[in-house]
């Protein structure tokens, strides 16, 4: 019908999205365009799958947004240059991936003319906030329609909903909700409700099958991961698979992240991410013999703040392109080969190599050698450097004294 509002619906073949768009095409009247995003975490064969699905529910049309070289060039890495771990744990897996699938929602809403555009969040959750921003800053015209959230459903609700429109499929609650993706994998299940009991062994979609030990040699390019062991990627996007496929058998990168939430509450999420946690550290192991103490100092402060603005749907304030812009600059010189040796359920930085070392013996060797400065130096820079508190001290002394 020539009146019918087109929306645009953020769609991942699940129960909430399936409901949106029963929904929104039968009960609103609404022309229904699904769009998925994959940001590096689907397979062709769950591609084709949930396209499948998603006519078989009755949208007009729909798109698969393929996004994960952005996703990388964009946002992962600048997490890899800032060494990104939220409250020193959690490489943001989740976060980050959610405001891309909604940036490219958006920009194919805003593509085909959409007048609204929908999500199936619940109203308990940061990805709704995640969402709804991204939603407002690019395409601020748009109408956003959230039904999970503002009818409050329930899941038995939405099955029954969905069984009177002719749709009876295997909807059954698994176990533990999985979010896969090129940054991680996110793991929720009862254990990860309350803040005592742990995710057990089978949880974990990748299962532990190495044993032993494993030495891999990882290849810096300024700061981006361009080789691992005798292997060169021109695209750092397939350099994070290759890692991903050597470490996770060991059982590596699984933990809890315990943080607080957009809305205000703690929340507890269990995941498992080999690749993003060892290209962290052994970048971060590189910067620390390539950058000077106050390079690392900042980049570390700037570092945490932009993984806050982050997690909490803040990508696109210009403030975040100045931050990268410095992660940017600072990588210069964060070129060279980190030694990893690979164990069950851990990884050991063993040594880095590069040209930019400013460990250089040319200069002395750390509480053996100095080359560059006599004794006679460090006695007056250790008297001009003590000058002030020993002031402090002695006006002290005498002020006491009176």
């Not at 990882?218 to 470490?247: C, Q, S, T, Y």
Request: hydrophobic share 40%; charged share 25%.
């Amino acid at each position: 019908m020539a009146d019918q509002k087109k929306v645009v619906l953020a769609y991942s073949g699940g129960l909430d999205t399936s409901f949106c768009v029963k929904y929104l095409g039968e009960e609103k009247g609404m022309e229904v365009h699904s769009v998925l995003v994959d940001t590096g975490g689907f397979s062709d064969e769950e591609i084709a799958d949930i396209e499948k699905k998603a006519y078989e529910l009755g949208v007009k049309s729909h798109y698969t947004s393929r996004v994960a070289d952005k996703y990388y060039n964009d946002c992962i890495k600048y997490l890899i240059f800032g060494n990104v771990l939220k409250n020193n744990t959690y490489p943001l897996s989740v976060s980050a991936e959610r405001i891309f699938q909604a940036v490219a929602v958006a920009e194919y809403a805003k593509s085909i003319g959409a007048t609204a555009i929908a999500h199936g969040s619940t109203g308990a959750g940061n990805d709704q906030v995640r969402f709804d921003m991204a939603f407002r800053t690019i395409v601020p015209d748009a109408e956003i329609i959230t039904p999970i959230r503002d009818m409050k459903l329930s899941r038995d609700a939405e099955i029954e909903f969905l069984k009177s429109k002719g749709v009876d499929r295997e909807w059954h609650k698994a176990a533990y909700s999985i979010n896969q993706g090129l940054w991680g994998t996110s793991v929720g299940g009862k254990e990860t409700l309350n803040s005592y009991d742990n995710l057990p062994e089978s949880a974990f979609p990748v299962q532990k099958t190495k044993d032993g030990e494993e030495e891999v040699i990882l290849h810096f390019e300024k700061g981006e991961l361009k080789g691992v062991n005798n292997e060169k990627f021109d695209n750092p996007v397939d350099a994070i698979r290759k890692l991903h496929l050597l470490a996770s058998p060991y059982g590596i990168g699984r933990d809890t992240h315990v943080g607080d939430t957009i809305i205000g509450i703690k929340g507890r999420v269990g995941f498992e991410a080999a690749a993003p946690l060892i290209i962290i550290k052994a970048h971060h192991l590189l910067e620390k013999h390539t950058l000077t103490k106050w390079q690392q100092y900042w980049k570390q402060n700037v570092a945490e703040w932009y993984g806050i603005q982050l997690h909490e749907g803040q990508f696109n304030d210009p403030v975040m392109r100045d931050m990268e812009a410095m992660f940017t600059s600072m990588q210069a010189h964060v070129t060279g080969l980190v030694r990893v040796r690979l164990a069950s359920y851990r990884f050991d930085l063993l040594g880095v190599k590069s040209d930019y070392d400013l460990m250089s013996d040319v200069f002395g060797s750390y509480g053996e050698m100095n080359n560059a400065w006599s004794g006679d130096d460090v006695r007056g820079f250790s008297k001009i450097a003590s000058n002030q508190v020993m002031i402090y001290e002695k006006v002290k002394e005498l002020a006491e004294k009176k």
